[in-house]
Nanobody, 122 residues
Framework: EVHLVESGGGLVQPGGSLTLSCAAS????????MSWLRQAPGKGLEWVSRMNSGGSGTTYADFAKGRFTISRDNAQNTLFLQMNSLKLEDTAVYYC???????????????RGQGTQVTVSS
């Protein structure tokens, strides 16, 4: 059974930084592309960043470019999202999600974790 557990969220001031982690189990993590998604209060789910299984290919939503960095440690079955220069509008529940292929462009995310809350507030 696929199991994804996000951590690292919290309360941060505008301009601050956070690093989210996603511990994966129940599947061969190194074989699958992964994504970060988020859902802000009262809004729909939106993608933040995606990465291929080997880490060679990545993509970011426009709002994340230059501020967020996705990475993965396949030896530790862990996905990361480094978030810098956080803004009020980054407040959301952040989810990691597994694709059903090794490239993010081949399939949409099929399974996601329970999420971690990120609140940006002064």
């Amino acid at each position: 059974e696929v199991h994804l557990v996000e951590s690292g969220g919290g309360l941060v001031q505008p301009g601050g930084s956070l690093t989210l982690s996603c511990a994966a189990s129940g599947f061969t993590f190194s074989s699958y592309a992964m994504s970060w998604l988020r859902q802000a209060p009262g809004k729909g789910l939106e993608w933040v960043s995606r990465m291929n299984s080997g880490g060679s290919g990545t993509t970011y939503a426009d709002f994340a470019k230059g501020r967020f960095t996705i990475s993965r440690d396949n030896a530790q079955n862990t996905l990361f999202l480094q978030m810098n220069s956080l803004k009020l509008e980054d407040t959301a529940v952040y989810y990691c999600a597994k694709h059903d292929s090794n490239t993010y462009w081949s399939t949409s995310p099929s399974t996601r974790g329970q999420g971690t809350q990120v609140t940006v507030s002064s």
